[in-house]
C-alpha cells in the first residue's frame, strides 16, 4: 500500500515507493542493488546493526524525499552523490562511524547538525567542525605567491653586478701588491716617500 493504493512489483525498480526496515537486527551492508529502486521515495534502514558503506549508486534515487540510515555501525564516507538528490526533504545519517568531510553543494548545507551527530570523525560546515587541512588551505589563501616582475630582476642584476665589481676591483688593485714582491716593494717605496716629504 501506497497512500492508500495497492501497488503491484511487477517492475519494483519503477513501482517501489518505499522501504521501513527500521528497529531491527539487519547485518552486513546495504545491497548495492538498492540504487536500482529508482522509484523510491522514503528509505528507513535505522535502529539497527548494517555496517559498511553507504552505496554511491544511492545518488541514483532521484525520487528519494527521505533517507533515515540513524543509528547503525556505517562508516567511511558519505558518498558526494546523495547532494544531488534534489527531492531530498529529510537526512538522518546520525549515530554511526561516518568520517571525512560533509560533502557540499546544491541544498546539502540546509541540513541541520543533527543529520550527522553522532559520527566523531565526520567534519564540515554542518557540524561547524574544521576538516584536517582547512586551516593550512587557508593559510595558502592569504599568502601571496612570490611575484617576480621587473624590479626584482633588476635589484638582482644590481646586486650581482655590485659583488662582481667588488671583486673584481679588490683583488685588481691588492692582488698584485700580495702577490708579486716588485710591486710590493714599489708600493711601499712610493708610500714612505709620500710620507717624508710630506714631513719636509
Partial sequence: MWKGVEWGFKNPE???KSIDLSSNNLMGEIPKEVGYLLG??????SR??????????????RSLESLDLSRNHISRRIPSSLSEID???KLD????????RIPSGRHFETFEASSFE???DLCGEQLNKTCPGDGDQ???EHQEPPVKGDDSVFYE???ISLGIGYFTGFWGLLGPLLLWPPWRIAYIRAIWISLRGGQE
Fill in 14 to 16: 519503477l513501482e517501489l
Fill in 40 to 45: 523510491l521515495v522514503s528509505l528507513n534502514l
Fill in 48 to 61: 539497527n546493526n548494517l555496517s559498511g558503506e553507504i552505496p554511491s549508486r544511492i545518488g541514483n534515487l
Fill in 87 to 89: 527531492y531530498l526533504q
Fill in 93 to 100: 545519517l546520525s549515530h554511526n562511524s561516518l568520517s571525512g
Fill in 118 to 120: 553522532g559520527n566523531i
Fill in 138 to 140: 587557508t593559510t595558502e
Fill in 157 to 159: 642584476g644590481l646586486y
